[in-house]
T-cell receptor, first 110, second 114 residues
């Protein structure tokens, strides 16, 4: 059983702070990694993808991947109340379908 | 360009009934996947279709079935509904059938079984 694990939270950070979201996965063969944001009552929205070790930055978002440790993280700089949502980590085992973690609920306090 | 479209948005059914959910992928996307999401959990994989062929099936009973049409749209059918089938059903499309292509989700169908 391929697994993706995340802390369910809630993770609370003050406005303007850095939010750090973490995800671990079980399949060493996984080659692509995705972060989705899901607002309450809405569907998941893709915010980041990362395929190789290291950091990938997109605006206020940075994804970090460490395949040796089977760990992927998402940093949100200058957090805004509008970033309050559930963040889902998705890791497809090699050649297979997406496996989603349970999500981490982020609350950015004004 | 239009995103993934799903219909209906909401649905209320009683136990034992049958339901059909529909999905149209993003233009040019040949893969459609179906996920079930219950409150407080991540989406759980049900089916994937690529080029009209089933590419994968999750751990769901045979009451769940799906198909993909020549225009790449898809239907998810659920027979003999149970209370536990109440969930948000998500359709996602992607360019390819493997795991490297990101999934793009529709707005979902909220199914309530009473």
């Amino acid at each position: 059983q391929k697994e993706v694990e995340q802390n369910s939270g809630p993770l609370s950070v003050p406005e303007g702070a850095i939010a750090s979201l973490n995800c671990t996965y079980s399949d060493r063969g996984s080659q692509s990694f995705f972060w989705y944001r899901q607002y309450s009552g809405k569907s998941p929205e893709l915010i980041m993808s990362i395929y190789s070790n290291g950091d990938k930055e997109d605006g206020r978002f940075t994804a970090q991947l460490n395949k040796a440790s089977q760990y992927v993280s998402l940093l949100i700089r200058d957090s805004q109340p509008s970033d309050s949502a559930t963040y889902l980590c998705a890791v497809p085992p090699f050649g297979q379908n997406f496996v989603f973690g349970p999500g981490t609920r982020l609350s950015v306090l004004p | 360009d239009a995103g993934v479209t799903q219909s209906p948005t909401h649905l209320i059914k009683t136990r034992g009934q049958h339901v059909t959910l529909r999905c149209s992928p993003i233009s040019g996307h040949k893969s459609v996947s179906w996920y079930q999401q219950v409150l407080g959990q991540g989406p759980q994989f049900i089916f994937q279709y690529y080029e009209k062929e089933e590419r994968g099936r999750g751990n769901f009973p045979d009451r769940f079935s799906a198909r993909q049409f020549p225009n790449y749209s898809s239907e998810l059918n659920v027979n003999a509904l149970l209370l536990g089938d109440s969930a948000l059903y998500l359709c996602a499309s992607s360019l390819g059938g493997g795991g490297n292509s990101p999934l793009h989700f529709g707005n979902g169908t909220r199914l309530t079984v009473t």
